[in-house]
């Protein structure tokens, strides 16, 4: 199964422990980014020092919270895609968090991630929203995010996931559709996203990234709200 992840795209990559098990250095817990605030506010700092590169902008310029959407929206995608991918080829998802998902740290969203066995373990689970999707909530509201944002950025990655997960497989496009819907329709998420008249996902907040250009001028995804009005129903 970690072959066929891998197979998606370095997003849905995962090595596998034992549940309950730690895998030993060099994983690190991914609950450190709960439990020792340093640890995000390091990481949010590097995001916040790549982001001022990028955009040639002294990093004052790049406010804070910005450091931090686009660190948790990376975050999110990078623990989702796997548990979607599972879930979309008939795997049932336990309530995964933190906890129980290791990593190796670097800076990207790409970065090494190891996750338990019972996560993708057979039978017929209902899907949900994992506890990590919530806890990584937790970790960037304090850095002056709104859950809005939060969720948003949330909804934006499953729509990434699904987008690149159908895109690598084909095939799985019914199954991938109806289990995104099935995430999107949760009660956390269930008023971050909207379908515009043109039949576009179209999430109701912004990730911020945009602010982190020359004069807060910068692009918008794809998917913001800001691209252009919601169409109505």
């Not at 790549?50 to 790049?62: I, K, Q, T």
């Not at 450091?67 to 623990?79: D, F, I, N, Q, Y």
């Given at each position: 199964?970690?072959?066929?992840?891998?197979?998606?795209?370095?997003?849905?990559?995962?090595?596998?422990?034992?549940?309950?098990?730690?895998?030993?250095?060099?994983w690190r817990s991914m609950a450190e980014l709960l439990d020792t605030p340093d640890v995000s506010a390091?990481?949010?700092?590097?995001?916040?020092?790549?982001?001022?590169?990028?955009?040639?902008?002294?990093?004052?310029?790049?406010p804070v919270r910005v450091?931090?959407?686009?660190?948790?929206?990376?975050?999110?995608?990078?623990?989702l895609s796997p548990l979607f991918a599972l879930a979309v080829m008939g795997r049932a998802i336990g309530p995964v968090s933190l906890r129980e998902l290791y990593w190796q740290p670097a800076l990207g969203s790409t970065f090494a991630l190891?996750?338990?066995?019972?996560?993708?373990?057979?039978?017929?689970?209902?899907?949900?929203?994992?506890?990590?999707?919530l806890e990584l909530c937790q970790v960037a509201s304090v850095f002056g995010l709104s859950q809005r944002?939060?969720?948003?950025?949330?909804?934006?990655?499953?729509?990434?996931?699904?987008?690149?997960l159908v895109s690598a497989e084909p095939g799985l496009a019914r199954r991938a559709r109806g289990e995104l819907d099935r995430w999107l329709a949760q009660p956390l998420l269930a008023d971050a996203w909207h379908i515009t008249?043109?039949?576009?996902f179209q999430r109701r907040s912004c990730c911020?990234?945009?602010?982190?250009?020359?004069?807060?001028?910068?692009?918008?995804?794809?998917?913001?709200i800001l691209l252009r009005p919601i169409l109505p129903d």
């Open positions: 199964m970690s072959n066929r992840l891998a197979g998606l795209g370095p997003y849905f990559a995962a090595d596998r422990h034992p549940a309950g098990s730690d895998p030993g250095a060099p390091a990481r949010v700092a590097a995001v916040r020092g790549y982001l001022a590169s990028a955009g040639r902008v002294p990093e004052a310029s790049v450091a931090a959407s686009v660190m948790h929206l990376g975050l999110a995608a990078r623990t190891s996750i338990p066995e019972a996560a993708g373990s057979s039978g017929d689970g209902a899907s949900l929203i994992p506890p990590s999707a944002v939060l969720r948003g950025n949330i909804a934006s990655a499953l729509t990434g996931s699904h987008t690149a008249g043109e039949g576009r911020l990234i945009y602010q982190a250009a020359p004069g807060r001028k910068g692009a918008v995804c794809g998917d913001c």
